[in-house]
């Protein structure tokens, strides 16, 4: 089954406590991107990934951090949550940004951090 | 910033009523999609409609674009308790080479058995 894996799906951690969200696709899409979700914003853009070894920030990168060391993963690391990272963090993928004119994004089922 | 703002933000209809949602931008696009979002799950996109088409259709779901007024509708007939759930508009658009896609802040829909 076509699918976008987040995990952990629930964690609550303490101000300064590096962790990992890890995203996994494998659909062996070029394009993948996190997202954190607030009540009242919408969808911001963290980072993205146009492929392995190639990533960008988006419009809200503050206090994070991404790597793409293989195409079917995008992890997306908080060195020193802070509790304003209070959040629901989705990753997505894509086949291709650019080469297909359709930019349909496959989501993952979220990951709610809670830093206290 | 916020590419997208859906009209209104929160939608109350009985079963069997049409819902129409709205979605306004500010740049020119490439195309803009619709998502849908259960409570808390990740988003499932439902259509995409882009710059040169004016409606289309999937199913029960008819989407109407006007680049003239940058704005997008989504129409949402004989509507069923299922289709609870909140709405975003995704606007793309080209920027440095790839497409930006770029959310709006979602129209909470509640049908009512």
């Known amino acids: 089954e076509a699918q976008v894996t987040q995990n952990p799906r629930y964690l609550i951690t303490v101000t300064g406590k590096k962790l990992t969200v890890t995203c996994s696709q494998n659909?062996?899409?070029?394009?993948m991107s996190w997202y954190r979700q607030d009540p009242g914003l919408g969808l911001r853009q963290i980072y993205y990934?146009?492929?392995?070894?190639?990533?960008d920030k988006g419009d809200v990168p503050e206090g994070y951090k991404v790597s793409r060391k293989e195409k079917r993963n995008f992890p997306l690391i908080l060195e020193s949550p802070s509790p304003n990272q209070t959040s629901l963090y989705f990753c997505?993928?894509?086949?291709?940004?650019?080469?297909?004119?359709?930019?349909?994004?496959?989501f993952g089922e979220g990951s709610r951090l809670t830093v206290l | 910033s916020q590419q997208g703002e859906e009209d209104p933000q929160a939608l109350s209809i009985q079963e069997g009523e049409n819902a129409t949602m709205n979605c306004s931008y500010k740049?020119?696009?490439?195309?803009l999609q619709w998502y849908r979002q259960n409570s808390g799950r990740g988003l499932v996109h439902l259509i995409l409609?882009?710059?040169?088409?004016r409606e289309k259709h999937s199913g029960r779901l008819r989407v109407t674009l006007d680049t003239s007024k940058k704005s997008s509708s989504l129409l949402i007939t004989a509507s069923r308790a299922a289709d609870t759930a909140s709405y975003f508009c995704?606007?793309?658009?080209?920027?440095?080479?790839?497409?930006?896609?770029?959310f709006g802040t979602g129209t909470k829909l509640q049908v009512i058995p």
């Open positions: 997505a993928s894509s086949l291709s940004e650019v080469r297909i004119n359709t930019g349909e994004l496959f």
């Open positions: 659909m062996n899409h070029e394009y």
């Open positions: 990934s146009m492929n392995v070894e190639v990533t």
């Open positions: 740049t020119s696009i490439n195309n």
């Open positions: 409609i882009r710059s040169n088409e």
């Open positions: 995704a606007t793309g658009i080209s920027s440095g080479g790839y497409q930006k896609v770029t």
